[in-house]
Each structure stands twice: as C-alpha cells, then as structure tokens.
C-alpha cells in the first residue's frame, strides 16, 4: 500500500497555504479540492449540521470521481492536518496486508488490536472517528458514498459503517487498519466544519 491519488479538501485559503507547506517538505504530490462551504446550509432533520453535509458532499463528488477514474485507491487530507514523520516512508515501510481496505494514518479506535506486539499497524475491530489523512481503496469508494448520501451522520461515523458491513455468512466484509502511534493529527485552530476552536487532535 503505498500514499498515491492524494487530494486536500480545502476552503479556506490561510489553511490551504499551510497544508501545502507541510505537503511540501515530504515532497507529496497533494491536489487541492474545493470544499463545498457549509456556512449557509442548516442543519437538516437528521441533525446533522452545515459543515457536515458540505465535507459529505464535497466526499461524495470525491469518490465519484474516483470510480470515474478507475482509481484503485485515493488518499484524502484536510487542509489542517500535520505529520509527525515522513507519512511516504512510513506507509512504504511497513508491511500492509493486500485486504485492507482503508488504512488511518492516525486513529482514536475502539476495540482495536495489533497484529503482533511489535506491529505499528493495528486492526480496528468496531470503529474510528476523525478521519483527516487516510488511504481508502476503490471497494470501499461506493460503500462509502452509500452512507454519506445518507446525510444521516458525519462522514467519519459513515466510513465506519461502510467498513463495518458484513457478507451473508455475517462475516466482515472489509477491513480497516490504522498506524499506532499515529503519524498523523489535525491541527489546532478553528474548525470550518464545527465553527469552532479545536484543540490539537490526533487525527482517527
């Protein structure tokens, strides 16, 4: 597995100099997407406010351009994540099992396990939150955009359902893994999602 496809979603200018500046001193490749700016969208009956639809919507066209495209994979960024070493070297150097599926380069998990003690690359059994650098591979891109066109739940919580599916026998359908320590956090500042001041979190 390797970070390839990478795109930033991006709506304010300020962030996307400083995301590109930190894209730059690990010589990464990053487009730039245009978030859709939910700062004029109410939050809809499901309760789920502006910047959470915008971020879905903007995932939505994302994704679909992926399928389009016939990508295998895609690496998605926000423009206020950071990186605590290398993240191409780090992803190159370790050894990711062919059926992962989606990949955190950072994570808050629930009920997650390593493969090994020594293994920096942990499976997530029910869950993650946050998600503002991670690799997704293309059987999980329609998956994804079936629960985010939902607009039921943030698009991290979707993912999660996404991956979460499982097969008539009541297996897993897919899987998700995530780095421990994580490589990768979301910088502290306001959030265009939430409107808000955050505190500096490791990214999920």
């Not at 001193?25 to 109410?42: A, H, L, R, T």
């Not at 910088?187 to 955050?198: H, I, V, Y």
């Amino acid at each position: 597995m390797i970070l390839e496809n990478m795109v930033c979603i991006t709506i304010n200018e300020e962030k996307r100099k400083a995301a590109s500046e930190e894209f730059e001193k690990y010589k990464m490749g990053v487009n730039f997407v245009d978030g859709v700016d939910g700062s004029e969208i109410e939050t809809n009956e499901h309760g789920l406010i502006g910047g959470y639809i915008a971020l879905s919507e903007t995932l939505i066209d994302i994704l679909k351009s992926a399928i389009e495209n016939k990508l295998e994979s895609i690496t998605i960024f926000e423009d206020d994540v950071r990186f605590t070493e290398n993240p191409m070297l780090a992803v190159e150097n370790e050894e990711i099992a062919d059926n992962v599926h989606a990949l955190y380069l950072g994570a808050r998990a629930f009920n997650a396990t390593p493969k090994t003690k020594s293994d920096r690359i942990f499976v997530l059994l029910s869950g993650a939150v946050l998600l503002h650098g991670g690799i997704i591979k293309s059987a999980l891109f329609q998956p994804w955009i079936n629960e985010l066109e939902k607009f039921e739940k943030p698009s991290d919580l979707c993912l999660v359902d996404a991956y979460s599916a499982k097969n008539k026998d009541g297996n897993p359908m897919y899987r998700a893994c995530y780095f421990n320590p994580g490589i990768a956090y979301q910088e502290a500042g306001f959030s265009d999602n939430l409107k808000r001041e955050c505190k500096k979190r490791w990214v999920d």
